[in-house]
């Protein structure tokens, strides 16, 4: 197997890791002080941005995206990940290659703005009974003539408070649900009967929303969805490999890695009894134990991705990357506390940030319970396929 980044990503990376250092990390600050990226800071910051080529690299080049694959994502996303996810979202774009399945008009009324920045997208997907088992959802939709009648509840929809539309997962034939029951629905913010009831104030992932909305009524045209009628599930799955694999696994190596080199200065410079705090072996175990979970998270993270690239289907090195790196990233944050002590536990360094940020990794896109009762489930039926 090939390790090699060619000369054309090793450019990508950098000039994106030298953006968020000089760019966007000044930002994080005052975004998480206030709960919200200062306006017209983020306006000039995200135009930069644009301007040189990073907003929706993982878009294909045909609709006006970066045109990068997942294992080429996945090195631009570690290097994203050395920031909030806040930032990344404002600044890169959160564009779902999802997107991509809309067909005819829905192309140039959402897909295309959305891919320029002029939209923004959501996922509604998370309900109060359906969390990691999404196929569980109750909000359904139900064809009258030539419109979908929607009915109920979503909540934890990142950017829902802000989005231009909203895709929404609906069971629109209970019998099939999961099977072929459920349909992605595409409600406009101004639609009658779609209402934002609430931003849900959270320990972690200040400077975007997450919004409780509800669906009374919300007549939709019929032909306004993404993908087929009853193929909305599989629609997710089929995307959803390739977004953990960036959002989570990468970013979270990214973030880890900025903590490790946190803490690699600070022992450096740190003394006490006389002598740089790296020089005790406690200190020095933590280090060693962080560069080794590091390492061995980038490989999962890069195998997968490269597997996905190549046309394969290694869902269930996606679940391992899943909760490796989540909890990986977790370890990784609370010994960065430890070694910088009391300093390490103030606002006047990113780690408690990170420590907040780092903890809901292993709750969303599937809870690590779950995934490893996914990952139990394969090994017991087919044994481990590496």
């Not at 929404?168 to 009967?193: F, H, N, Q, S, Y």
């Not at 190596?253 to 900025?258: L, Q, Y």
Request: glycine letters at 10%; aromatic letters at 6%; proline letters at 3%.
């Amino acid at each position: 197997m090939d390790f090699t980044i060619s000369d054309e990503m090793k450019m990508v990376t950098e000039a994106v890791a030298r953006f968020v250092r000089e760019k966007v990390q000044p930002l994080e600050q005052e975004t998480e002080a206030n709960a919200q990226i200062p306006p017209e800071k983020l306006a000039a910051v995200r135009a930069e941005a644009q301007a040189l080529g990073f907003y929706a690299l993982n878009m294909s080049e045909e609709v006006g995206g970066g045109g990068l694959g997942v294992l080429d994502m996945c090195l631009v996303e570690e290097q994203l990940g050395q920031t909030s996810d806040a930032l990344i979202r404002r600044i890169f774009g959160q564009v779902y290659p999802m997107l991509e399945q809309f067909k005819g008009d829905l192309r140039e009324k959402y897909l295309f703005p959305t891919v320029r920045g002029d939209k923004i997208c959501a996922m509604a997907i998370t309900e109060p009974g359906a969390g990691s088992d999404a196929a569980a959802i109750k909000t359904r939709a139900v064809l009258d003539g030539d419109h979908w009648v929607l009915n109920g509840s979503k909540h934890f929809i990142s950017d829902g408070d802000i989005a231009d539309y909203i895709i929404v997962m609906a069971v629109t034939d209970p019998e099939k649900r999961a099977r072929g029951g459920i349909t992605l629905l595409i409600v406009d913010k101004d639609m009658p009967g779609f209402r934002v009831t609430r931003n849900q104030p959270m320990m972690g992932h200040r400077g975007y929303g997450h919004a409780e909305m509800t669906f009374d009524d919300v007549r939709i045209p019929k032909d306004q969805i993404l993908g087929e009628v009853g193929e909305g599930f599989k629609v997710m799955m089929a995307n959803v490999g390739g977004i953990r694999l960036g959002h989570i696994g990468a970013r979270a190596v990214g973030m880890a890695s900025r903590v490790l080199e946190m803490m690699r200065e600070h022992a450096a410079t740190r003394k006490q009894f006389g002598q740089p705090i790296g020089e005790f072996q406690m200190v020095q175990q933590m280090i060693a134990d962080s560069a080794m979970e590091i390492f061995a998270t980038r490989m999962m993270v890069l195998n997968t991705a490269w597997e996905i690239d190549q046309g394969m289907d290694p869902r269930d090195k996606v679940s391992m990357v899943k909760v490796q790196a989540s909890e990986m990233l977790g370890r990784v944050a609370d010994r960065g506390i430890q070694v910088f002590g009391g300093y390490g536990f103030t606002k006047e360094l990113p780690l408690e940030r990170i420590y907040r940020d780092a903890r809901v990794t292993r709750i969303y896109d599937g809870t690590s319970e779950v995934h490893r009762m996914l990952i139990a489930r394969s090994v017991i039926k087919r044994g481990l396929t590496l």
